[in-house]
């Protein structure tokens, strides 16, 4: 792994000096291993030991170049092994993340000071180089469902002001980065609401934005129009985006807001999707390789819709207390609801949890105790409160961890009870059998039935489903209708049937 950027000058340790800088040299000179946990670590230890060294600022900068590479290449390492793990991550792999994201951090700060002393040689670079830390910070603490690192978002504008501040360069090299346009891609990932995605969609969404975040909009004045969809900073607050609609900044403070929209960003992801819903692909139209993909266009179309226009809350919240038992995964699910077992441990197989507040299409809860890696949004749970005999399948929402081993979590109601299915798709020829979920109708959002599926499975619309009801088993037809829910995990679609029930219908 290279240890320098290309076009890094060299660090003379004797010009420089100090025991502490020359053993950050030594260990910057040494081959990074292939563990991103403890490399992670060894940056964040070695920059704080640069933080001793005695050395002037421009010299410093230079090292910060180096450091700058070494963490990127870290967190490419890192990002799959998080993307890879269900909340609460894994306390070595959230430390090793939560570690580097200040790593990250400290190193934008740094380069902020070197700018403000003009201390770099190109300084548009070094702005470069430090909205690229924070945006990769950023990403890391997505991943781990964590707030963003403290000093985030106060260095991202005093960045942008900086950067603005500088003349503009004769000549900007290819493939350079630029600190307003990764400043407009922090805004635009932020407005996509992380704690609602999962991984995949959250890195698809950031392929599109890094094409096209240069239209999101970013002004001083203060809109006019479409309150709806504009937010607001304050450089001398450590805020993200706050809703305009919701609260109004300080007047007082009218030099230091900052406006930004992605109602322009929503209009062209509409236009994209627009295009390949009349007969285009995003080959031929040029377009982010993601929306290829008809899984992701459904998530974009959401995701247009938030971009256009703040979202608000349908139902109100009850602040409530309980505690309820979750049991998580279409798998684990489909395996109790089959066995059919009054009498199982509800103890052993689920999570405990604590009800915080409630609305009447979903449920607010935290952790209490349990094992790691095992939810994100988009996954199914089946949840009961404790002693009872009822439970209800939701889906999950969203989820924070903001400290190791502790989860919030918000999950959607989907059903009132369900029953373990056997679905036999018949593909010229070939059987596909395949494990489900049959959801009864849930009033006042879904008249039919529906079937829960795991994701991309689908083979055709007709179909032959079993499942147990009462004391019967029941066979028959069935035909998918409309695609009602879409989750990395499952599909969830209404189905119409004509079934014929029966005893003894023999095992799959």
């Known amino acids: 792994m290279p240890t320098a950027s290309p076009d890094s000058t060299p660090v003379a340790p004797k010009a420089l000096g100090g025991a502490a ?74 430390r090793a993340g939560l570690s580097l994201a200040g790593v990250l951090m400290r190193l934008a700060a740094g380069y902020l000071d070197a700018l403000q002393l003009k201390a770099v040689h190109r300084p548009h670079r070094a702005a470069g180089h430090a909205m690229q830390c924070l945006l990769e910070s950023y990403t890391l603490c997505v991943l781990i469902a964590a707030d963003a690192v403290p000093g985030t978002w106060r260095t991202a504008l005093t960045l942008l002001v900086h950067q603005r501040a500088m003349a503009t360069p004769l000549a900007q090299s290819a493939g350079r980065a630029d600190a307003e346009q990764m400043f407009r891609q922090l805004l635009a990932l932020t407005l996509a609401q992380p704690p609602h995605l999962s991984p995949p969609e959250f890195f698809n969404i950031g392929d599109y934005v890094r094409a096209y975040s240069g239209a999101v909009q970013i002004q001083h004045a203060p809109p006019h129009r479409d309150l709806d969809s504009w937010f607001w900073l304050d450089d001398g607050h450590d805020e993200g985006p706050i809703p305009l609609l919701r609260e109004k900044p300080d007047p007082e403070r009218a030099g230091h807001i900052l406006y930004c929209s992605c109602q322009r960003l929503g209009q062209m992801l509409g236009h994209h999707l627009d295009q390949i819903d009349a007969g285009g692909t995003a080959a031929d139209l040029h377009l982010p390789a993601c929306l290829g993909q008809p899984r992701t266009r459904r998530l974009m179309r959401g995701l247009q819709a938030r971009w256009m226009a703040t979202p608000r809350r349908q139902h109100a919240r009850r602040e409530r207390q309980g505690a309820l038992r979750m049991l998580i995964g279409l798998d684990a699910i489909w395996t109790v609801l089959d066995r059919r077992d009054a009498a199982m441990d509800w103890e052993q197989h689920t999570t405990g949890w604590t009800l915080l507040n409630d609305s009447p299409n979903g449920l607010a809860l935290r952790m209490d105790s349990g094992p790691t890696e095992l939810l994100r949004p988009g996954v199914p749970v089946l949840i009961k409160n404790a002693g009872s005999r009822t439970w209800m399948i939701c889906v999950v929402r969203w989820a924070r961890s903001n400290r190791h081993g502790e989860v919030d979590a918000g999950v959607e109601l989907l059903s009132h009870g369900a029953q373990a299915a056997t679905v036999v798709f018949n593909q010229g020829g070939r059987r596909d059998v395949v494990r489900a979920l049959r959801l009864p109708p849930l009033a006042s959002l879904r008249p039919h039935p529906a079937l829960m599926l795991p994701t991309g499975c689908v083979g055709s619309t007709d179909l032959m489903i079993a499942h147990v009801a009462g004391e019967r088993f029941r066979l028959g037809e069935a035909r998918l209708s409309m695609l009602d829910l879409q989750t990395p995990v499952f599909d969830l679609y209404e189905i119409s049937e004509n079934g014929s029930g029966g005893r003894g219908l023999p095992a799959s």
């Open 21 to 94: 800088l020359q053993s950050v040299l030594d260990w910057l000179n040494t081959p990074a291993t292939d563990d991103a946990g403890a490399h992670a670590h060894g940056l964040a230890s070695h920059l704080a030991l640069l933080d001793t060294a005695v050395l002037d600022p421009a010299a410093r900068a230079r090292v910060l170049d180096i450091f700058h590479d070494r963490a990127l290449a870290c967190a490419q390492m890192l990002k799959p092994d998080l993307a890879a793990s269900g909340l609460p991550v894994g306390e070595q792999t959230y």
